[in-house]
């Protein structure tokens, strides 16, 4: 049995209808709110999605460029070093050739320092050329310095026949050499020690006569003082021992002249 307050008609089953459509309404709206609430989510989600993917899809064709890039880079970089490679290959060889043609030029200089040398020496031996002695500079063959050389050693040795022998060879071999007055000074040295103090004399005189003023002069005049004294000739000796000192007053000779005047006065 129905209550008598819900009876049809009755004011509180109006009032039952009335909330209740008022809920239905009140639900209705929040079904709605909530479906809307939905699509927002699901669109966001969507444009999440779709951001989320083109930045993986650029982030793909940046990897992928990054990637050629590098691949390029190291490329580039394998074509340096082969290059780098290439070039130190033709250093090297360069370096090489270079250190052959240094060599090369090497031989060769010596080789034509050896040839300059050999014709030089060769030009020396058949050439004239010029030689000083006793302070006197002139042009000699090389025979003949060869030959005036080696009979002044003969005269060193204490051979002085032999010595004799060579220099008057050598005078009368080069009468007109520049080494005739100091020949002539050996010849004369060689003959007053074997003793053949005429011949020493006119030897002496000869170097006189052809050069007075030859360094060897001053030694010869007072030769012929030594070789008048073996000879006696002591008025002779005095007389040349004046001449010396009169005529060379400067030399040693001029004094070892004095010491032998006082000892022969």
């Known amino acids: 049995m129905s209550s008598p307050i819900f009876h049809r008609g009755s004011p509180w089953r109006r009032l039952a209808a009335a909330v209740l459509a008022v809920l239905c309404v009140g639900a209705s709206s929040m079904a709605s709110a909530a479906?809307?609430?939905?699509?927002?989510?699901?669109?966001a989600i969507l444009e999440l999605r779709q951001r989320v993917e083109a930045q993986r899809i650029a982030g793909e064709r940046q990897s992928q460029d990054q990637r050629q890039d590098a691949e390029q880079l190291r490329r580039s970089l394998l074509e340096l070093q082969a290059q780098i490679e290439s070039l130190r290959g033709e250093i090297a060889r360069l370096n090489g050739q270079n250190e052959q043609v240094l060599r090369t030029l090497a031989d060769v200089q010596r080789q034509q320092k050896d040839v300059a040398q050999g014709v030089e020496e060769r030009l020396r031996k058949v050439e004239p050329g010029k030689v000083s002695v006793d302070g006197r500079e002139f042009i000699a063959d090389p025979n003949e310095s060869r030959e005036f050389e080696a009979a002044?050693?003969?005269f060193r040795k204490g051979e002085f026949p032999a010595a004799?022998?060579?220099f008057a060879d050598f005078i009368k071999r080069y009468p007109q050499s520049g080494f005739r007055p100091t020949?002539?000074?050996w010849l004369g040295n060689a003959q007053y020690a074997n003793r053949d103090y005429r011949g020493a004399i006119g030897n002496f005189r000869a170097l006189l006569t052809a050069a007075p003023d030859h360094p060897r002069a001053p030694e010869a005049v007072l030769s012929i003082a030594n070789c008048q004294?073996?000879?006696?000739?002591n008025p002779g000796a005095r007389?040349?021992?004046d001449e010396l000192v009169r005529t060379y007053p400067q030399s040693e000779a001029a004094s070892a002249a004095k010491e032998r005047l006082a000892r022969l006065r």
């Open 183 to 185: 020949a002539l000074f």
């Open 229 to 233: 004294i073996e000879l006696k000739d």
């Open 239 to 241: 007389r040349t021992l």
């Open 35 to 43: 479906l809307f609430e939905d699509d927002e989510a699901r669109r």
């Open 164 to 166: 004799q022998a060579a």
């Open 152 to 154: 002044l050693a003969v």
